[in-house]
């Protein structure tokens, strides 16, 4: 396995349309991982309080339309 610091050499060496591809899969991979850890978090009701804090607002009073 390569180390970070021979990664990175190899990273900085790219042409800029390789880099370019790169950069495009690292953010589709980072917001993949995001959306599952979302998806996980909401299904195991770790997010359950986020609703709780709404509705809470919302009987207050305190929720405001976008």
Known sequence: ????EQIKAQIEALPQSEYAKLIDWLSERDAAEWDRAIEQDASSGALDFLIDEA??????GKLREF
């Open 1 to 4: 396995m390569q180390t970070f």
């Open 55 to 60: 509705q809470k607002e919302k009987k207050l």
